[in-house]
Protein backbone atom coordinates (compact mmCIF):
# COMPACT_ATOMS: atom_id res chain seq x y z
CA UNK A 1 0.00 0.00 0.00
CA UNK A 2 1.33 3.19 -0.46
CA UNK A 3 0.94 6.74 1.41
CA UNK A 4 1.11 9.81 0.27
CA UNK A 5 3.26 12.16 1.92
CA UNK A 6 2.56 15.78 1.64
CA UNK A 7 5.63 17.93 1.97
CA UNK A 8 5.17 21.53 3.05
CA UNK A 9 7.78 23.65 1.50
CA UNK A 10 9.81 25.57 3.55
CA UNK A 11 9.13 29.66 2.64
CA UNK A 12 11.69 32.78 3.10
CA UNK A 13 11.55 36.03 1.86
CA UNK A 14 14.77 37.43 -0.27
CA UNK A 15 15.18 40.63 -2.02
CA UNK A 16 15.75 40.18 -5.70
CA UNK A 17 15.91 43.46 -8.23
CA UNK A 18 15.03 45.46 -5.13
CA UNK A 19 11.40 44.14 -4.28
CA UNK A 20 10.90 41.60 -1.74
CA UNK A 21 10.21 37.82 -2.85
CA UNK A 22 8.40 34.67 -1.26
CA UNK A 23 10.49 32.36 -2.08
CA UNK A 24 9.52 28.49 -1.60
CA UNK A 25 11.42 25.45 -1.39
CA UNK A 26 11.53 21.51 -1.21
CA UNK A 27 14.73 19.73 -0.99
CA UNK A 28 14.83 15.71 -1.40
CA UNK A 29 17.16 12.84 0.61
CA UNK A 30 18.76 10.40 -0.74
CA UNK A 31 19.94 10.92 -4.79
CA UNK A 32 17.08 13.20 -6.35
CA UNK A 33 16.52 12.68 -10.08
CA UNK A 34 17.02 16.67 -10.76
CA UNK A 35 16.03 20.60 -9.76
CA UNK A 36 13.48 23.07 -11.14
CA UNK A 37 13.35 26.69 -10.72
CA UNK A 38 9.87 28.02 -10.60
CA UNK A 39 8.36 31.50 -10.86
CA UNK A 40 4.69 31.44 -10.43
CA UNK A 41 3.14 34.58 -11.28
CA UNK A 42 2.20 36.83 -9.37
CA UNK A 43 -0.78 36.17 -11.70
CA UNK A 44 -0.41 32.31 -12.43
CA UNK A 45 -0.15 30.34 -8.83
CA UNK A 46 -1.86 30.56 -5.39
CA UNK A 47 0.21 29.22 -2.54
CA UNK A 48 -1.60 25.99 -2.19
CA UNK A 49 -1.49 25.30 -6.03
CA UNK A 50 2.24 26.13 -5.64
CA UNK A 51 3.03 23.67 -2.63
CA UNK A 52 0.56 20.89 -4.77
CA UNK A 53 3.22 21.88 -7.90
CA UNK A 54 6.20 21.27 -5.89
CA UNK A 55 4.77 18.00 -4.61
CA UNK A 56 3.86 16.12 -7.71
CA UNK A 57 7.15 17.45 -8.94
CA UNK A 58 8.75 15.32 -5.65
CA UNK A 59 6.49 12.53 -6.99
CA UNK A 60 8.84 12.36 -10.00
CA UNK A 61 12.13 13.06 -7.97
CA UNK A 62 12.98 17.16 -8.34
CA UNK A 63 13.79 19.28 -6.03
CA UNK A 64 12.06 22.96 -6.23
CA UNK A 65 12.40 26.48 -5.48
CA UNK A 66 9.86 28.57 -6.61
CA UNK A 67 9.75 32.59 -6.38
CA UNK A 68 6.21 34.65 -5.69
CA UNK A 69 6.99 38.25 -6.80
CA UNK A 70 4.90 39.81 -4.31
CA UNK A 71 2.57 43.15 -5.74
CA UNK A 72 4.51 43.72 -8.79
CA UNK A 73 4.97 42.36 -12.45
CA UNK A 74 7.64 40.58 -14.16
CA UNK A 75 8.95 42.89 -17.02
CA UNK A 76 12.18 40.75 -18.25
CA UNK A 77 14.44 42.42 -16.22
CA UNK A 78 13.33 41.23 -13.12
CA UNK A 79 12.28 37.72 -14.69
CA UNK A 80 16.27 37.84 -15.36
CA UNK A 81 16.62 38.70 -11.67
CA UNK A 82 14.58 35.84 -10.57
CA UNK A 83 15.59 32.95 -12.45
CA UNK A 84 19.12 34.04 -11.52
CA UNK A 85 18.12 34.17 -7.87
CA UNK A 86 16.58 30.68 -7.96
CA UNK A 87 19.23 28.91 -10.51
CA UNK A 88 22.14 30.35 -7.75
CA UNK A 89 19.78 28.69 -5.32
CA UNK A 90 20.62 24.71 -6.92
CA UNK A 91 23.95 25.62 -7.91
CA UNK A 92 24.78 25.77 -4.22
CA UNK A 93 22.44 22.20 -4.27
CA UNK A 94 25.18 21.02 -6.74
CA UNK A 95 22.80 21.11 -9.91
CA UNK A 96 24.49 22.29 -12.90
CA UNK A 97 22.43 23.66 -15.70
CA UNK A 98 21.29 20.46 -17.61
CA UNK A 99 20.09 18.98 -14.63
CA UNK A 100 17.98 21.83 -14.26
CA UNK A 101 13.89 22.57 -15.51
CA UNK A 102 13.19 26.29 -15.57
CA UNK A 103 9.37 26.35 -15.59
CA UNK A 104 7.27 29.66 -15.59
CA UNK A 105 3.54 30.53 -14.54
CA UNK A 106 1.61 33.44 -15.56
CA UNK A 107 3.67 36.28 -16.29
CA UNK A 108 6.45 33.63 -14.88
CA UNK A 109 5.96 32.19 -18.30
CA UNK A 110 8.02 34.52 -20.28
CA UNK A 111 10.57 34.41 -17.28
CA UNK A 112 11.03 30.54 -18.62
CA UNK A 113 11.35 31.35 -21.89
CA UNK A 114 13.88 34.12 -21.54
CA UNK A 115 15.84 31.86 -19.51
CA UNK A 116 15.44 29.34 -22.44
CA UNK A 117 16.55 31.55 -25.07
CA UNK A 118 19.72 32.79 -22.83
CA UNK A 119 21.27 29.75 -21.28
CA UNK A 120 21.22 26.10 -22.09
CA UNK A 121 19.42 24.48 -19.41
CA UNK A 122 17.84 20.99 -19.28
CA UNK A 123 14.51 21.89 -20.17
CA UNK A 124 12.06 25.12 -19.95
CA UNK A 125 8.40 25.19 -19.91
CA UNK A 126 5.94 27.95 -19.94
CA UNK A 127 2.38 27.92 -19.04
CA UNK A 128 0.85 31.60 -19.56
CA UNK A 129 -2.57 33.09 -18.42
CA UNK A 130 -2.51 34.58 -21.79
CA UNK A 131 -0.76 33.33 -24.89
CA UNK A 132 -0.27 37.34 -25.82
CA UNK A 133 2.84 36.42 -22.92
CA UNK A 134 4.21 34.62 -25.70
CA UNK A 135 3.62 36.12 -28.68
CA UNK A 136 3.44 39.80 -28.25
CA UNK A 137 6.08 42.52 -28.49
CA UNK A 138 9.32 41.40 -28.12
CA UNK A 139 8.48 37.71 -28.68
CA UNK A 140 11.66 35.14 -28.24
CA UNK A 141 11.63 32.74 -31.28
CA UNK A 142 15.17 31.38 -30.91
CA UNK A 143 15.50 28.75 -28.10
CA UNK A 144 18.80 27.24 -26.39
CA UNK A 145 16.99 25.36 -24.44
CA UNK A 146 14.36 22.43 -25.09
CA UNK A 147 11.10 24.47 -24.75
CA UNK A 148 7.61 23.50 -23.87
CA UNK A 149 4.60 26.42 -24.18
CA UNK A 150 0.87 25.36 -23.38
CA UNK A 151 -1.76 27.73 -23.64
CA UNK A 152 -5.80 28.15 -24.09
CA UNK A 153 -6.50 29.43 -27.66
CA UNK A 154 -9.34 31.78 -26.23
CA UNK A 155 -13.34 30.44 -25.88
CA UNK A 156 -13.81 31.12 -29.46
CA UNK A 157 -10.53 30.21 -30.77
CA UNK A 158 -9.16 33.47 -31.50
CA UNK A 159 -5.47 32.80 -31.06
CA UNK A 160 -5.41 29.77 -33.08
CA UNK A 161 -4.32 31.24 -36.06
CA UNK A 162 -1.59 33.26 -33.59
CA UNK A 163 -0.52 30.90 -31.60
CA UNK A 164 0.03 28.58 -34.74
CA UNK A 165 1.89 31.17 -36.32
CA UNK A 166 4.47 31.31 -33.39
CA UNK A 167 4.62 27.60 -32.92
CA UNK A 168 6.48 27.51 -36.70
CA UNK A 169 8.77 30.31 -35.92
CA UNK A 170 10.12 28.95 -33.01
CA UNK A 171 10.06 25.60 -34.67
CA UNK A 172 12.05 26.96 -37.43
CA UNK A 173 14.53 29.34 -35.78
CA UNK A 174 15.44 27.10 -32.70
CA UNK A 175 17.90 24.81 -32.39
CA UNK A 176 16.83 22.80 -29.79
CA UNK A 177 13.54 20.41 -29.78
CA UNK A 178 10.49 23.27 -29.06
CA UNK A 179 6.64 22.11 -28.90
CA UNK A 180 3.53 24.81 -28.62
CA UNK A 181 0.72 23.26 -27.57
CA UNK A 182 -2.60 25.23 -27.62
CA UNK A 183 -6.01 23.84 -25.63
CA UNK A 184 -8.97 25.03 -27.79
CA UNK A 185 -12.37 26.50 -25.87
CA UNK A 186 -10.33 27.92 -22.43
CA UNK A 187 -8.31 30.55 -21.98
CA UNK A 188 -5.77 29.03 -20.09
CA UNK A 189 -4.73 25.81 -18.09
CA UNK A 190 -3.42 26.73 -15.18
CA UNK A 191 -6.33 26.47 -12.51
CA UNK A 192 -8.60 23.04 -12.15
CA UNK A 193 -12.18 23.06 -12.93
CA UNK A 194 -15.50 21.05 -13.08
CA UNK A 195 -15.74 22.30 -16.73
CA UNK A 196 -14.79 19.62 -18.91
CA UNK A 197 -12.69 21.83 -21.15
CA UNK A 198 -11.13 23.38 -18.67
CA UNK A 199 -10.14 19.86 -16.45
CA UNK A 200 -8.40 18.30 -19.42
CA UNK A 201 -6.16 20.52 -20.08
CA UNK A 202 -4.91 20.66 -16.91
CA UNK A 203 -4.85 17.41 -16.64
CA UNK A 204 -2.66 17.24 -20.48
CA UNK A 205 -0.60 20.66 -19.12
CA UNK A 206 0.70 18.58 -15.74
CA UNK A 207 1.24 14.48 -17.97
CA UNK A 208 3.01 17.18 -20.67
CA UNK A 209 5.55 19.16 -18.13
CA UNK A 210 6.11 15.64 -16.00
CA UNK A 211 6.90 14.18 -19.79
CA UNK A 212 9.06 17.06 -20.97
CA UNK A 213 10.89 17.38 -17.89
CA UNK A 214 11.82 13.57 -17.39
CA UNK A 215 12.67 13.80 -21.27
CA UNK A 216 15.25 16.44 -21.13
CA UNK A 217 16.83 17.13 -17.38
CA UNK A 218 19.68 14.90 -17.20
CA UNK A 219 19.40 12.89 -14.23
CA UNK A 220 21.93 13.08 -11.75
CA UNK A 221 23.62 9.40 -11.41
CA UNK A 222 23.31 7.27 -7.92
CA UNK A 223 26.64 6.16 -6.21
CA UNK A 224 26.02 2.55 -8.04
CA UNK A 225 26.12 4.49 -11.53
CA UNK A 226 29.39 6.23 -10.56
CA UNK A 227 30.78 3.57 -9.15
CA UNK A 228 30.04 1.61 -12.21
CA UNK A 229 31.34 4.38 -14.43
CA UNK A 230 34.46 4.61 -13.04
CA UNK A 231 35.03 1.00 -13.02
CA UNK A 232 34.37 1.17 -16.57
CA UNK A 233 36.70 3.60 -17.53
CA UNK A 234 39.72 2.00 -15.29
CA UNK A 235 39.12 -0.97 -17.25
CA UNK A 236 39.30 0.88 -20.66
CA UNK A 237 42.49 2.33 -20.01
CA UNK A 238 44.29 -0.53 -18.79
CA UNK A 239 42.80 -3.49 -20.83
CA UNK A 240 45.92 -5.85 -19.73
Request: proline share 6%; net charge negative; aromatic share 4%.
Amino acid sequence: MSIDVRIEPEVSTAIVAGAKVAVSTVLLGGVPRGATVIVAGPDGLDSAESTELMNALARHGYESVLATPCGRGTDDDVARALVGHLVDRVDARGWPPEQVGVIGYGQGARAALIAGSETTFGAAISVPRDARTLTGPGRVTSLRTPWLAMAGLGSRGELTGELSSYREEVTNRSAEHTSVVGYPGVTHCLHDSTDALVHAAVFDSWQRTAEWLNAHVVPRPTPLADAWRQRREATLSDPG
